[in-house]
């Protein structure tokens, strides 16, 4: 009796020992992600400041101001929009241009007041990165003149 308590107890703490690495795990890769999105502006218009040339990536979808209840699956918990945008493009997303925001009531009809009704505010833009312009190649010397 005293081996199967043993064994029982012996697997208990090793389960807890795996929980306690995948915590670890997905705490590390919140702060990877928190750390990343700092960087990408938002912005509501197509210019971002310093109008850095970029290419469009496609579009990000997410939560804005209020949490929802529930996401009926079509963007992650408590995504926002940048979180939303790195997801799906990564590393890649320097903005997010474009933008918009509506309100999605929680009930089966439309709000009128949608700060007095439940409900949340959903985001989306286009996620975009900037590129680089090529260094101008140098043209080549002219021969001096004899």
Not at 38 to 59: D, E, F
Not at 87 to 109: C, E, L, M, P
Request: glycine residues 10%; contains cysteine.
């Amino acid at each position: 009796m005293r081996l199967v308590l043993l064994i029982a107890a012996i697997i208990a703490l090793g389960g807890c020992a795996g929980v306690e690495q995948d915590v670890s795990h997905l705490q590390q890769q919140q702060d990877a992600i928190r750390a990343a999105i700092k960087k990408i502006k938002v912005v509501h218009g197509a210019n971002v400041k310093s109008n850095p040339p970029y290419t469009a990536l496609g579009r990000a979808e997410g939560f804005c101001f209020n949490l929802p209840n529930s996401t009926g699956g079509q963007v992650v918990h408590g995504d926002g929009l940048r979180a939303a945008a790195y997801r799906k493009y990564g590393d890649q997303v320097d903005a997010i241009v474009n933008t918009s925001v509506w309100f999605v009531a929680d009930d089966d009809y439309g709000a009128y007041e949608p700060y007095d009704e439940g409900g949340y505010f959903e985001c989306a833009g286009t996620a975009v990165h900037f590129v680089t312009q090529p260094a101008p190649a140098a043209s080549p010397a002219s021969p001096p003149a004899s």
